[in-house]
């Protein structure tokens, strides 16, 4: 089965460019995450969807960023415009619930990362 | 609100010794679900192994058990027979619980740590 897909594995940009980042979840998961992973600030949570639907943002640094799912199979966040603190490598995890709020075993599935280094 | 620590940046273990990573944890629920993932020098994250907090038993996967102390808050990661595979950061996860009683989906993660495992 393939995992979360991550595109690009790599993006070199120029302070003040946009970056957009895409993620392909695991197909039939119901929830999707971005993380982001510094030396500094460790694995943040910056969003997460259920069902498409965002349920928290308030990992989202600032108004820079957003995150979209428009539907099951994709998700992309975007960062415009970039700043060189924005430099970090971002995941996409995906994870299945089935609707069971009390379920605390499902892990989450990381896709390979994208290292974003703006300059 | 719920905090991980994860108190050795880093360690070493001779190859086929057992090594315990320390992760202890802060949270007010009765019902959370601790996790330990693995990242190895490539980036990628590896789910390992989980336990609920109202698991009777430690949990087990292959080389990898969890020393879980609930009294005490930890939940310390245990690789027995070390391979030079092993080495690798790892990371332990707790995932929040809500007040009501059932679970968001987030997972909050330690500052990891770092193992090295001599031939």
């Known amino acids: 089965d393939a995992g979360v897909i991550q595109s690009p594995r790599h993006e070199v940009t120029e302070m003040g460019q946009e970056v957009t980042l895409r993620c392909k979840p695991i197909?039939?998961?119901?929830?999707l995450f971005w993380y982001r992973q510094t030396m500094m600030r460790g694995l943040e949570l910056l969003i997460y969807f259920n069902n498409n639907v965002p349920i928290d943002d308030s990992g989202m640094p600032e108004d820079r960023f957003s995150a979209k799912m428009p539907n099951a199979s994709f998700s992309t966040l975007k960062i415009q415009p970039s700043e060189p603190r924005d430099s970090a490598v971002y995941f996409c995890?995906?994870?299945?619930?089935?609707?069971?709020?009390?379920?605390?075993?499902?892990?989450?599935?990381f896709g390979n990362g994208t290292r974003l280094t703006v300059t | 609100a719920q905090k991980i620590t994860q108190t050795q940046p880093g360690m070493f273990v001779q190859e086929k010794e057992a090594v315990t990573l320390d992760c202890t944890y802060d949270t007010s629920d009765p019902s959370y679900g601790l996790f330990w993932y693995k990242q190895p020098s490539s980036g990628e994250m590896i789910f390992l192994i989980y336990?609920?907090?109202?698991?009777?038993q430690n949990a087990t996967e292959g080389r990898y058990s969890l020393n879980f102390q609930k009294a005490r808050k930890s939940a310390n990661l245990v690789i027995s027979a070390s391979q030079l595979g092993d080495s690798a950061m790892y990371f332990c996860a707790m995932r929040e619980a809500l007040r009501r009683g059932g679970a968001t989906n987030k997972l909050i993660f330690g500052t990891g740590t770092l193992l090295a495992v001599q031939p």
């Open positions: 197909s039939g998961h119901d929830y």
């Open positions: 995890a995906s994870s299945l619930r089935k609707g069971r709020t009390r379920d605390m075993n499902s892990p989450l599935h």
């Open positions: 336990q609920g907090s109202y698991d009777q």
